[in-house]
């Protein structure tokens, strides 16, 4: 069965500072993974995916994740970070020979940036 | 905006009580996921449709049943409900089947149970 562990679920950090939230994950089969953001009081939102080629992925508003197959992780990292950055950050798994979308998501990571 | 409408917003009912969710994907899309968020099961795969068929299942309990209709809504409905079941339940569509599609969230329904 397929797992996703979110290793912190609080990050504070100043503005314009580096900030890396970690994920890693379970699969006995080759993958798709994604990271999903969530504002307060709204659904899920794609931040990044990925789902085959460069290991490194990117976001139009700063973010990466590199894939590593050897560590089974998915890092989410921006290298300065804004107010409007503050919302909860999941990283979710799918089975890339499903036929079906199921996703499964870790626990969460709340980022929260101060000023 | 994602495109994807839940109603209703927010649901307050009490034990053993039996409600219906809707959801409305964007327009396009031909997949509907729906997924419970909890504080303590976190965001959890329900069930998943496709062009009106059953095409995923998770950890959905007998108690709930969904259905996508023709014109590609789908309803969760929940029966015999219990505290436990309080959470905001979320829909979400894609155009495809596979998980390589993006899945586009609607904003949730809230539902409480006293």
């Known amino acids: 069965a397929q797992s996703v562990t979110q290793l912190d679920s609080q990050v504070p950090v100043f503005e314009e500072a580096p900030v890396e939230l970690r994920c890693n994950y379970s699969s006995s089969v080759s993958v798709y993974l994604f990271w999903y953001v969530q504002y307060p009081n709204q659904g899920l939102q794609l931040l990044l995916k990925y789902l085959s080629g460069s290991t490194l992925v990117e976001s139009i508003n700063g973010f990466e994740a590199e894939f590593n197959k050897s560590q089974t992780s998915f890092h989410l990292r921006k290298p300065s970070v804004h107010i409007s950055d503050t919302a909860e950050y999941f990283c979710?798994?799918?089975?890339?020979?499903?036929?079906?979308?199921?996703?499964?998501f870790g626990q969460g990571t709340e980022l929260s940036v101060k000023p | 905006d994602s495109g994807v409408t839940q109603t209703p917003k927010h649901l307050i009912t009490a034990t053993g009580q039996r409600v219906t969710l809707r959801c409305s994907p964007r327009?396009?899309?031909?997949?509907v996921y729906w997924y419970q968020q909890s504080l303590d099961q976190g965001l959890q795969f329900l069930i998943q449709?496709?062009?009106?068929?059953?095409?995923a299942k998770g950890n959905i309990l007998e108690r709930f049943s969904a259905q996508q209709f023709p014109d590609l809504h789908s309803e969760l409905n929940l029966s015999s409900l219990e505290l436990g079941d309080s959470a905001l339940y979320f829909c979400a569509s894609s155009i495809g089947q596979g998980s390589s599609y993006e899945q586009y969230f609607g904003p949730g329904t809230r539902l409480t149970v006293t």
């Open positions: 979710a798994v799918s089975d890339m020979d499903n036929q079906g979308g199921k996703l499964i």
């Open positions: 449709y496709y062009n009106g068929e059953e095409r």
């Open positions: 327009s396009g899309d031909l997949s």
